[in-house]
């Protein structure tokens, strides 16, 4: 084709999905609106640039009409998407597939992104995984078991979650330049599938991560527009969950709401990465945004909890579901008191989320879709959601959402070495080609490498003294505990040398250096193949 080019491999089946129509559809979108998903990276430097010359965030005097408007909704939830009280996540892979449809869970959020390694026969087989799924020709044998799917109206509803608008596709290439890895996710599950799950009558429906502005939402919104007109789909058939998971957009959800007001189905509370976002916005800041451990900070820190609020208030007022976070442990069968505090930590976090107005609420693993369920169902009842509970009470300030300062907890050795370790592990999987990883009875994804190692420069550009042992926090340090940790690691059996020494080199890279690395995943997908 004239301008476009593949540079991966053609492996068995990928002629099904790279076809020269959806090709052709893909490169249609991505002249169209790569130049402006490059303006809007471009601004989020130049707002960069302001934050950390002295400046902060606040709610935008040029959008405050359409806050103060209160004559707007979003359009009526979509069949599929009416009752979303439990939502299972986790990447595209033929088996996860196969349990996430089967969990009992509402929604599977069928992830591309943070729970997905992009090697280019994840990215690919994942489009040939769904479609299959919504053929029902995925079931397959494994290990003696076999996996087959339950009647269709037994299936959670798909949604898919593209990567983000940082981020590019490598292995295709429109006129010179790697595609937006946006596009060709939303692009290529559009053309081959979105009449599928129309044909289902539930769908085709998104998740859209890492936005940092309305604007960037509405680019989206014309993204969906154009793809709807090019294929002949009514206008408002695709719906979107906009995760809030960076700093700056939680300052714009009405605004975010609005942009996408005829394709909204919502919006989501992203709490991992969106602590990665504070560091990263504020990093120049000195103390003034400095968060403790990452196990140390709950969502009852005033700051998530104004963050969480504001949530349900700005979605129930313009008629859009507030969907909760994520409940990321993964119940161990050897040990049963593990599972006895884990599984009340997360009651006690369901709990919270749907007396505080949620409709629905993530989990990781299948086995915690019924202790969800029990939980928005006490509240709930035979409703399908709360959307009727506008939370009038609530009252958020931008200090609210600022006052990083206010949260409880402490920075210790053993938080270090956790953050150290865990990224380690995750890096050497995600390099490896496994996005969502087990470690320590959680289901960890990329938001939990960006997190360990935010904070751990965050410390070191700090002089962070370590509450348990008095050590302040030096590039000196964090090189010896990596080393340790290492040796640890290397006594497991199983482990693949190789990969761990990647990641070590990678995670000194973006947490020790001096500058900051906006995302790990770029550096990271630069050593991919």
Known sequence: MDGVEITGPLLDRFDEILTPEALSFVATLQREFDGRRLELLDARQARQAELSAGGTLDFLPETKAIRDDDSWRVAEPAPGLVDRRVEITGPVDRKM????????????????????SPLWENVVNGQLNLRDALDRTIDFESGGKRYALKPDDELATIVVRPRG????????????RPVSASIFDFALYFFHSGQRQIDKGRGPYFYLPKMESHLEARLWNDVFTRAQELLGIPHGTIRATVLIETYPAAFEMEEILYELRDHSAGLNAGRWDYLFSVIKKFRTRGREFLLPERNAVTMTAPFMRAYTELLVRSCHRRGAHAIGGMAAFIPSRRDPEVNKVALSKVRADKTRESGDGFDGSWVAHPDLVPICQEVFDSVLGDRPNQLDRLREDVSVSAGDLLAVSKTPGDITEAGLRNNVDVALRYLAAWMGGSGAVGIHNLMEDAATAEISRSQIWQW???????????????????????????DKIRQEPGHDASLYTQAAQLFKEVALDDDFADFLTVPAYARMP
Do not use: P, Y
């Open 460 to 486: 070191i550009h700090n002089d962070i003294e370590l509450a348990d042992t008095g050590a302040v926090v030096t590039k000196e340090l964090v090189e010896r505990i990596i080393s340790e940790e290492l």
């Open 97 to 116: 597939s196969i349990n996430a449809l089967n969990s009992g869970a509402k929604v599977w959020l069928a992830d591309f992104e943070d729970a997905n």
């Open 165 to 176: 608008w940082h981020l590019t596709e490598k292995h295709l290439v429109v006129d010179g």
